[in-house]
């Protein structure tokens, strides 16, 4: 039997590299069945929204409408001349800005194609350099796993219609990994650091998770010159690597730094919006428990797999004296546990991608280093079902995608379309800020806190909520209108004594991707009921089927249907 790696121009211990011939049978095989999951969900998924290209979520309308206001108005924000740091991406939203200021109809379709571009460079990356999966002659679990990884484990056609920032995030994270396995073979001066802290920058003014691979960097650095670690060919100094993971803690914290400053100069908090609101609710402080980590890791089973399965390759080095791969294992280790301590896992499994893209990627490079020979088909066995028992859930979510879709459009997308059609130019409030902001014109008032300052610090200094108060100030100041706004929304920004309900929209198909199955509609003050009653009835013709909308008579009939519990 061939054996399992084939390494060329190898300049560290553990970077492996793949045939020209290898990387050609995994572009084809996981290729095409990535293109053709891709493309199947996505044409059900326009099927589902009756014709329209829906994400998922609303997220992605969100980069969208500070896109659109950023090419027509030069405004950093959701409502044109009012900077908000609403994204938490902003070389992401910025560059579909970019694009859509050169091409305005393309805006839409951006996510969509900027994805698939990315997958086709994780796929690519994972073709050249692991070699642990791909097609073997008369291997048929080499095929099985080859066809099943970016499907099933990467999660990639999922991640395309998430239509969010991650998969390039994760391509960035992946090129970090790459480079930082090099560098075993430098000295880490910084002309030979200076790749590597150039994809780290720019993976930081993408996500701010950067920093925990950054953390991992400087931690593997410093393990990888140990001597129970270290390697005959590593002459690191220990000043060079502090310096070199301090480095690399430093281009990854820089854009995060950069865009507080800015924030500062426009008279906004030096964190976005929405990382005070999201702090404001959640309650978490800097540190968690070892039991709290856990906790938020077990959540995505994917994850507490990766890394028992790294804690076994650190602990197998021990043993065999074998290191290749403790630097790469290493700072994937250190950057799950940061990620568990201090950073979000979950929606829809958009937070976590990276993660998991590169805790696949370097256990896939490092059990080259363990199946060899005879011992790669068993390896391969206990891979695929490894995975294939702790994926159901993304597989799910696969599968729910056109539903997703279907839920996207036919509540929050005909939110947005609402308040363009009946209130386009004058001030509304919700905490959907995405399609609502994307279709309208106008002031807006975001009860959530991203888009609107204000509210963010009010959940900051009123442990999570909005005071009653507060809202009705902001209302009356900015002369809204109109109020769409799921229910439980009501639980963090109080809604005020003279809020007035007009109606309600229920979604009658199963919810896979909103909050709540209803939307409901406020008039802020007594005398805008009637007209936001008659808009509403008037409105009610456009909605799609599977969305029924209530009157207030239909509501109260409603409510003696079916009290509440």
Request: glycine letters at 8%; hydrophobic letters at 50%.
């Given at each position: 039997?061939?054996?399992?790696?084939?390494?060329?121009?190898?300049?560290?211990?553990?970077?492996?590299?793949?045939?020209?011939?290898?990387?050609?049978?995994?572009?084809?095989?996981?290729?095409?069945?990535?293109?053709?999951?891709?493309?199947?969900?996505?044409?059900?998924?326009?099927?589902?929204?009756?014709?329209?290209?829906?994400?998922?979520?609303?997220?992605?309308?969100?980069?969208?409408?500070?896109?659109?206001?950023?090419?027509?108005?030069?405004?950093?924000?959701?409502?044109?001349?009012?900077?908000?740091?609403?994204?938490?991406?902003?070389?992401?939203?910025?560059?579909?800005?970019?694009?859509?200021?050169?091409?305005?109809?393309?805006?839409?379709?951006?996510?969509?194609?900027?994805?698939?571009?990315?997958?086709?460079?994780?796929?690519?990356?994972?073709?050249?350099?692991?070699?642990?999966?791909?097609?073997?002659?008369?291997?048929?679990?080499s095929w099985i796993a080859t066809i099943t990884m970016p499907v099933v484990l990467l999660f990639?056609?999922?991640?395309?219609?998430?239509?969010?920032?991650?998969?390039?995030?994760?391509?960035?994270?992946?090129?970090?990994?790459?480079?930082?396995?090099?560098?075993?073979?430098?000295?880490?001066?910084?002309?030979?650091?200076?790749?590597?802290?150039?994809?780290?920058?720019?993976?930081?003014?993408?996500?701010?998770?950067?920093?925990?691979?950054?953390?991992?960097?400087?931690?593997?650095?410093?393990?990888?010159?140990?001597?129970?670690?270290?390697?005959?060919?590593?002459?690191?100094?220990?000043?060079?690597?502090?310096?070199?993971?301090?480095?690399?803690?430093?281009?990854?914290?820089?854009?995060?730094?950069?865009?507080?400053?800015?924030?500062?100069?426009?008279?906004?908090?030096?964190?976005?919006?929405?990382?005070?609101?999201?702090?404001?609710?959640?309650?978490?402080?800097?540190?968690?428990?070892?039991?709290?980590?856990?906790?938020?890791?077990?959540?995505?089973?994917?994850?507490?797999?990766?890394?028992?399965?790294?804690?076994?390759?650190?602990?197998?080095?021990?043993?065999?004296?074998?290191?290749?791969?403790?630097?790469?294992?290493?700072?994937?280790?250190?950057?799950?546990?940061?990620?568990?301590?201090?950073?979000?896992?979950g929606w829809w499994g958009r937070y976590q991608a990276w993660l998991i893209m590169l805790g696949?990627?370097?256990?896939?490079?490092?059990?080259?280093?363990?199946?060899?020979?005879?011992?790669?088909?068993?390896?391969?066995?206990?891979?695929?079902?490894?995975?294939?028992?702790?994926?159901?859930?993304?597989?799910?979510?696969?599968?729910?995608?056109?539903?997703?879709?279907?839920?996207?459009?036919?509540?929050?997308?005909?939110?947005?379309?609402?308040?363009?059609?009946?209130?386009?130019?004058?001030?509304?409030?919700?905490?959907?800020?995405?399609?609502?902001?994307?279709?309208?014109?106008?002031?807006?008032?975001?009860?959530?806190?991203?888009?609107?300052?204000?509210?963010?610090?009010?959940?900051?200094?009123?442990?999570?909520?909005?005071?009653?108060?507060?809202?009705?100030?902001?209302?009356?100041?900015?002369?809204?209108?109109?109020?769409?706004?799921?229910?439980?929304?009501?639980?963090?920004?109080?809604?005020?004594?003279?809020?007035?309900?007009?109606?309600?929209?229920?979604?009658?198909?199963?919810?896979?991707?909103?909050?709540?199955?209803?939307?409901?509609?406020?008039?802020?003050?007594?005398?805008?009921?009637?007209?936001?009653?008659?808009?509403?009835?008037?409105?009610?013709?456009?909605?799609?089927?599977?969305?029924?909308?209530?009157?207030?008579?239909?509501?109260?009939?409603?409510?003696?249907?079916?009290?509440?519990?």
């Amino acid at each position: 039997m061939r054996p399992a790696v084939t390494v060329l121009s190898v300049t560290a211990p553990g970077d492996i590299r793949a045939t020209a011939e290898e990387r050609r049978r995994f572009l084809i095989v996981a290729g095409s069945a990535t293109a053709l999951v891709t493309a199947v969900i996505v044409a059900l998924s326009v099927r589902a929204a009756d014709g329209h290209l829906v994400y998922v979520i609303d997220d992605p309308a969100i980069h969208m409408s500070m896109a659109r206001q950023l090419a027509q108005h030069g405004t950093w924000g959701v409502t044109a001349g009012i900077y908000e740091p609403a994204s938490s991406a902003p070389l992401w939203t910025a560059v579909l800005g970019l694009i859509a200021w050169v091409i305005p109809s393309s805006l839409n379709l951006l996510p969509l194609l900027l994805n698939i571009v990315a997958v086709g460079a994780v796929l690519w990356i994972f073709a050249s350099y692991q070699v642990f999966v791909t097609p073997r002659r008369a291997d048929p679990m080499s095929w099985i796993a080859t066809i099943t990884m970016p499907v099933v484990l990467l999660f990639l056609p999922g991640l395309i219609m998430l239509g969010m920032e991650h998969v390039l995030h994760s391509v960035l994270c992946l090129i970090a990994m790459v480079l930082l396995v090099r560098l075993e073979g430098s000295q880490l001066r910084l002309r030979e650091l200076a790749p590597l802290l150039a994809v780290v920058f720019v993976a930081g003014t993408i996500r701010v998770e950067t920093v925990f691979l950054a953390l991992g960097i400087a931690i593997g650095f410093l393990v990888r010159r140990t001597t129970q670690f270290g390697d005959a060919q590593i002459q690191w100094k220990r000043g060079a690597a502090l310096r070199a993971g301090a480095l690399a803690v430093g281009a990854a914290a820089t854009p995060f730094i950069i865009y507080g400053v800015v924030n500062r100069a426009f008279h906004r908090s030096f964190l976005p919006n929405s990382v005070i609101a999201k702090a404001a609710q959640s309650g978490r402080g800097p540190l968690q428990s070892p039991g709290k980590v856990l906790e938020a890791l077990a959540s995505d089973p994917i994850l507490i797999l990766l890394g028992l399965a790294a804690a076994a390759y650190l602990c197998w080095v021990g043993v065999s004296g074998h290191r290749d791969h403790v630097l790469a294992v290493t700072t994937f280790l250190v950057a799950l546990l940061a990620q568990g301590m201090w950073g979000d896992i979950g929606w829809w499994g958009r937070y976590q991608a990276w993660l998991i893209m590169l805790g696949v990627l370097v256990l896939c490079r490092a059990a080259s280093e363990i199946a060899v020979g005879v011992l790669l088909r068993p390896a391969l066995l206990v891979f695929l079902l490894a995975y294939g028992t702790v994926s159901t859930g993304r597989t799910g979510l696969t599968s729910a995608t056109p539903l997703a879709s279907s839920n996207t459009y036919r509540q929050r997308y005909q939110l947005g379309k609402f308040f363009a059609a009946e209130y386009q130019g004058r001030a509304i409030a919700t905490g959907e800020l995405g399609y609502a902001t994307l279709f309208h014109d106008g002031p807006a008032v975001d009860l959530l806190g991203l888009g609107t300052y204000d509210v963010a610090i009010a959940m900051r200094d009123h442990d999570g909520t909005v005071p009653a108060s507060t809202v009705a100030r902001l209302l009356h100041d900015r002369h809204v209108r109109v109020v769409g706004i799921y229910p439980a929304t009501l639980g963090v920004s109080k809604p005020p004594k003279a809020f007035w309900q007009a109606g309600r929209w229920r979604l009658t198909e199963e919810n896979v991707s909103t909050f709540q199955d209803t939307v409901e509609f406020f008039a802020p003050r007594a005398r805008y009921r009637h007209e936001l009653e008659r808009k509403l009835a008037h409105f009610s013709r456009e909605l799609p089927s599977r969305v029924k909308y209530l009157d207030r008579a239909a509501m109260l009939e409603d409510f003696f249907k079916h009290p509440p519990q």
